[in-house]
């Protein structure tokens, strides 16, 4: 493959050492034995514009996006693929071949699969979905589970005013739940789902009771550091099916990278290992 050319992407975002994306797409890189590299990209909010105006001329095929780039990047795309119009949020952008940003939002297709990895035999219209947090993930994962039939969507936050904007973007099948009654709102659900930071490493855990959640709901957390949060410890004690957030974050950058490098990547145990390696 010496004729083929070297391909750069990365993820852009205000702090980017945290994040594993590197680590999953140089594995994916590696892999396929492509030329090219996935770097960071720690740029400042003041700086947003002219990194992303810079992308075609530095030879980027895209990026990701994160925080706290993901809704201000927005008015910088030349065009905006409809999911991501109705997420109003970017987490990927790739640029065309004219040089013109299409951006895109992979979250909550990434969720749904995460999901379905955990269980093949889940099913969006199976009953209601309770999620905690309002926030750009809850959103992703909100627009998602709509498109997958869920029949009732009930959102807690704990600034009611973020819930109630959420539930009129997307219509009657999302009810909104005072923070004060989220424990009592999961009576009835299958699918209990936090997208709040609580629980994530150094932040203290989601202060919630499960004893109303049905014995069959799965409980799924997006958080990821650490893979185990306290709610999915609490949850998987009393014999729910658990979900973290590190199958969220390698599915939605599975069409990312097909969309840069032009190769469908898998999700394999070796990449897994590789990811966990990194904790």
Not at 23 to 52: F, M, S, T
Not at 164 to 186: C, S
Request: proline share 8%; glycine share 8%.
């Amino acid at each position: 493959m010496s004729d083929s050319p070297f391909v750069l992407a990365g993820v852009m975002g205000w702090p980017v050492a945290h994040t594993r994306s590197p680590a999953i797409h140089n594995h994916w890189i590696a892999k396929h034995g492509l030329k090219g590299a996935y770097v960071q990209l720690p740029v400042h909010p003041d700086r947003l514009e002219a990194a992303l105006r810079g992308l075609p001329a530095l030879g980027f095929a895209g990026c990701n996006v994160t925080a706290p780039h993901k809704v201000s990047a927005m008015p910088f795309m030349d065009e905006l693929h409809p999911t991501a119009q109705r997420v109003a949020s970017i987490n990927t952008i790739v640029v065309q071949p004219d040089g013109s940003l299409l951006g895109m939002n992979n979250d909550g297709a990434g969720y749904v699969q995460s999901l379905r990895d955990a269980d093949p035999s889940w099913r969006g219209d199976a009953g209601p979905a309770l999620v905690l947090g309002a926030g750009g993930a809850a959103r992703a994962i909100v627009v998602a589970l709509l498109d997958e039939g869920v029949p009732e969507l009930r959102i807690t936050n704990r600034t009611l005013e973020r819930a109630q904007a959420l539930a009129e973007a997307f219509g009657d099948r999302v009810k909104v739940v005072p923070w004060a009654q989220r424990n009592e709102a999961m009576a009835g659900v299958s699918l209990l789902v936090n997208t709040t930071t609580q629980g994530m490493h150094g932040q203290p855990p989601l202060d919630v009771a499960l004893d109303a959640l049905p014995a069959a709901a799965m409980v799924s957390d997006a958080i990821y550091v650490p893979m185990e949060t306290p709610l999915l410890t609490q949850a998987r004690l009393r014999g729910h099916q658990t979900v973290n957030g590190l199958g969220m974050l390698l599915n939605q950058a599975r069409p990312a990278f097909k969309a840069w490098f032009g190769v469908m990547p898998e999700i394999t145990p070796e990449l897994r290992a590789a990811i966990l390696a990194t904790f």
